[in-house]
Nanobody, 125 residues
Framework: QVQLAESGGGLVQAGGSLRLSCAASGRTFSNYGVVWFRQAPGKEREFVAACDWSGGATSAADFVKGRFTISRDNAKNRVDLQMNSLKPEDTAVYYC??????????????????WGQGTQVTVSV
């Protein structure tokens, strides 16, 4: 199986940017579809963005389109989430997850088999 570790979270002012990374170890990372979810206190986990095994197929939630971009570098075993124009409502713990099915780009948590521990993103006004 694959192990995932997120990094890059932190505190940023509204309008600022952060780049989250999801580093993978274990098995061949290029086999997996990868997704970013987030969960704010008292709220359900919600889909942010996903990409297939190649990075050629992506999907994103409407609320991040034009602001967040998902990308992957299989040679580095990494998937990044570039977040621009951050808003206070983007404050959450961000998780990456991977699916054994490399074609998966869906937003349903049950599609994904492996999860990281999450990284906190806090956006101040």
């Amino acid at each position: 199986q694959v192990q995932l570790a997120e990094s890059g979270g932190g505190l940023v002012q509204a309008g600022g940017s952060l780049r989250l990374s999801c580093a993978a170890s274990g098995r061949t990372f290029s086999n997996y579809g990868v997704v970013w979810f987030r969960q704010a206190p008292g709220k359900e986990r919600e889909f942010v963005a996903a990409c297939d095994w190649s990075g050629g197929a992506t999907s994103a939630a409407d609320f991040v389109k034009g602001r967040f971009t998902i990308s992957r570098d299989n040679a580095k075993n990494r998937v990044d989430l570039q977040m621009n124009s951050l808003k206070p409502e983007d404050t959450a713990v961000y998780y990456c997850a991977a699916a054994d099915d490399g074609s998966v780009v869906g937003g349903t948590p049950g599609l994904y088999d492996y999860w990281g521990q999450g990284t906190q993103v806090t956006v101040s006004v």
